[in-house]
């Protein structure tokens, strides 16, 4: 069964710094790979995605993320952090075998200091 | 830009009592999924659909939790009875699986449930 990793639970940021969360899932296949935000009171919104071909993708947001098989990481970046990206993000993976029911890890609750 | 529509926003019911969650997901969209939300789980999976029918439901307490697709515009979740460890936030989302692949998926606002 696939399963989501996000080590951090909390990350704080000073507004302006850049920002790396930590993903890492467990899935025998190749995967299919999501990035959420969630703002308090709010769902969940798509950020990104990786299906297959360049590993380095590009989301919204001024987000991107790498896919590294050989670390089993997808880490999302972003160069410089804005007070409004303060929010939950999840990262989930999906199962490539035809079901595609995304898994989604606990979260990490981003902290941007003025 | 298209979305799925969850009612109600809030409810705060009864233990006992029956409570009916609907969704409305994205036109042309073959796949709904149930998630449930809470601080000590974070995000379960109750139930998904495709093309209407259940595919996949092991997540949902059965004795009280019941999920239908009576239509491509309307997703039911209904819980009966309820008891307050049912109180959470539940989320629908909706998705285009094709054979290729998935494009993503969309989440609705969320119901919010509080069972006392």
């Known amino acids: 069964a696939q399963s989501v990793t996000q080590p951090d639970i909390h990350i704080t940021v000073s507004e302006g710094a850049s920002l790396e969360l930590r993903c890492n899932y467990s899935?025998?296949?190749?995967?299919?790979l999501f990035w959420y935000v969630q703002s308090p009171g709010q769902g969940l919104q798509l950020l990104l995605k990786y299906f297959s071909g360049d590993t380095l993708v590009q989301g919204i947001k001024g987000f991107e993320a790498e896919f590294k098989r050989s670390q089993s990481s997808f880490n999302l970046r972003k160069p410089s952090v804005h007070w409004s990206d303060a929010a939950e993000y999840f990262c989930a993976v999906g199962a490539s075998g035809g079901s595609y029911i995304p898994t989604f890890g606990r979260g990490t609750s981003l902290i941007v200091h003025p | 830009d298209a979305r799925v529509t969850q009612t109600p926003r809030d409810k705060v019911t009864e233990m006992g009592q029956e409570v009916t969650m609907r969704c409305q997901p994205i036109?042309?969209?073959?796949?709904v999924f149930w998630y449930r939300q809470t601080m000590m789980q974070g995000l379960e999976l109750l139930a998904y659909?495709?093309?209407?029918?259940?595919?996949?439901d092991s997540g949902m307490p059965k004795d009280r939790f019941s999920a239908e697709m009576p239509d491509a515009t309307l997703a039911t979740l209904k819980i009966q009875p309820s008891e307050p460890r049912d109180s959470a936030v539940y989320f629908c989302a909706s998705g285009l699986v094709r054979r290729l692949g998935i494009l993503g998926y969309t989440f609705g606002s969320g119901t919010r449930l509080t069972v006392v």
């Open positions: 659909f495709r093309n209407r029918a259940p595919l996949d």
């Open positions: 036109l042309g969209h073959n796949t």
């Open positions: 899935y025998g296949a190749t995967p299919y």
